[in-house]
């Protein structure tokens, strides 16, 4: 008798089991990682990732695929597991070697560093935050580029959550403000697990998490069981039909599904199940192959390349019809999304720059860098500008820009108080593409912002963070509102340029550096009050573009050199005056960026900071990081100590930024004294 070999079809279940088993086997040969939220999610991913997402694994650089934001970055190998099964160019191996040195599978996802990875995640809130941006970002750019019968850009953003991100404060900030702009194709699905790392939620976490986003005006799709595939695709379905309103779908999951003992235990959220258990899954789950072993007909059934390859096909076809009948607008996209500067950026620039370089007024840094934004938004239609509440005293608007929430064609942000979610926010803007963001607030609140701020140097996107009210200088508001810690401790930030110009000039310069620099954030820290311009020849942009130059004395040896920054530039300069009518020569050495300075080779940091010559620096702020160009035989006039509540000339002097103290100092120093 004839044996007739018959095989069971694939089931959906067996292609979850795939994403739950690659996690498993994975984090096992790791002794290290987060397999429950991928248990967890498998079948909402399967259902996602099949049926509804739009991408081409390969080329996810296709500007209209949807986005996914693993928000819960720690379930990584989720996102692993279906970057690999679906085709991206992320071989099992990269996944035997998940965490490891060098491997594309870091703990959480890097952003650059692997195929398909649309944001860093882990810092929780952050990724649900940084989709917000993304789906603003197409929002905004399907209003400048879609025309009719020509729509170009149509994309969704998808996120996964667990309730970490909704327990934090930025989720609030972020979710709040989605659903006051209405960004209906911006999908969240919550995976409600009930379960954190210390374990069942409930005493710590007991919001009625769709009353709260009912409460936002977003659409809520309540208690979908998030293992039951049918009811999954119901409410994505429903998810993705227009109603003016981004969607949350809760699904009730069972965090580490699959596992016998520690399914629905945080046993399951952030260790190797250990042999045993891994064992005993593969037993449960009827998943009788070994680790990271898929059978062809599962991986038959993940593989989207095919279809993947047709999507971006057919929008190719109509983006060459766009082409056709919209020729200027279309080169121009192309040109946005691929984050290039305009052709003639560089000389326009410069003309512009050249009319910096004769301003006279005195103004504060903060409205040379309005003026400064004036000058480059009529060159640059991809700034999309923005303010946590501050707009007036930030001068982030320019005179054409309009409001994105009064409606359509809008490229300036009203943030709302929301310093954190502006800056992720932000974020998820500038890895969207198509724009080059900023946006503004009180220096001293940059820490609320902080930790989006790191992640755009780790990410390397290019933002602009304009930071004002940058010292004493801000006078009665007192204490809580003048920053003495913050531009030092930003400096520490790897990647992250730092600007802290002293006139309209260096202003002007900063931000043509942020501009053009593409490889991380820049930060201008900006004065509430006037400063005068400073002296310089042609020669002048170019010098300020190494991030510290010789304004005053470079002509002759001097027995002493002066630095500073913003405000303390004038003070210096001053100070030199002094120091020269009592027959001491000073070198004013104005430093508006450290960070770019550092980068200089180093003949070119010896000329301008000569060795042996004594040094004093002076910034209204921490001394710490000034030692370093000062020496120890140096001296740093800064203030180690929070600030007082007075007129800000006031405080200047009672603080000691005198020209007097910087010469007296420059004295000692130069052992004149
Ligand atoms: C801002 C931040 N704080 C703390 C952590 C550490 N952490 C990682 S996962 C987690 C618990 C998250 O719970 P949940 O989102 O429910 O994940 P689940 O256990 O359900 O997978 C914590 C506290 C983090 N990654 N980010
Ligand atoms: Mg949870």
Known sequence: MDVIETKAPV???????????????????????HPGAPMGMADIAEVLWRRHFRHNP???????????VLSNGHGSMLLYGLLHLTGYDLPLDELRNFRQLHSRTPGHPEYRLTAGVETTTGPLGQGVTNAVGMALAEKLLAEQFNRPGHTIVDHRTFVFLGDGCLMEGISHEACSFAGTLGLEKLIVVYDDNGISIDGHVQGWFTDDTPARFAAYGWRVIRAVDG??????????????????????????????????????????????????????????LGWLHGPFEVPDDIRAAWDARDAGAQAEREWRARFEAYRAAFPAEAAEFERRVAGRLPDDFASRADAWIAGAA?????VATRKASQMAIEGLAPILPEFLGGSADLTGSNLTNWKACRSVNAGAGGTYIHYGVREFGMV??????????????????????SDYARNGLRLAALMGLREIFVFTHDSIGVGEDGPTHQPIEHTASLRLIPNLDVWRPCDVLETAVAWRFGVERNDGPTCLVLTRQNLPNQPGGDDRPALIARGGYVLAGGDADADVLLLATGSEVALAMAARDQLAAKGVAARVVSMPSTTV?????????????????????????????????????????????????????????????????????????????
């Open 11 to 33: 089931t959906r279940t067996d292609l979850a089991n795939a994403l739950r088993m690659l996690a498993v086997d994975a984090v096992e040969a790791a002794n290290s990682g």
């Open 58 to 68: 390969a080329n996810p650089a296709w500007p209209d695929r949807d986005r996914f």
């Open 227 to 284: 293992h039951d595939t049918a009811a999954i695709e119901a409410a994505l379905a429903e998810a993705m039909t227009p109603c003016g309103k981004p969607t949350l779908i809760c699904c009730r999951t069972v965090i580490g599904k699959g596992a016998p003992t520690k399914a629905g235990t945080h046993d399951a959220h952030g260790a190797a199940l250990g042999a045993k258990e891994v064992a005993a899954t593969r037993e449960a």
């Open 358 to 362: 004769k301003a006279e007024a005195s």
């Open 424 to 445: 992720a926010i932000q974020n998820g803007i500038a890895l969207h593409g198509g724009f080059l963001p900023f946006s503004g607030t009180f220096l001293v609140f």
């Open 597 to 673: 300075f550092d980068r200089q080779d180093k003949a070119y940091q010896a000329e301008v900071l000569p060795p042996g010559v004594p040094r004093v620096a002076v910034e209204a702020g921490v001394t710490d990081g000034w030692w370093k160009y000062a020496g120890l035989d140096g001296a740093v006039i800064g203030m180690n100590r929070f600030g007082e509540s007075a007129p800000g000339g006031k405080l200047f002097a009672y603080f000691g930024f005198t020209p007097e103290r910087v010469t007296e100092e420059a004295l000692r120093v130069a052992r004149r004294k």
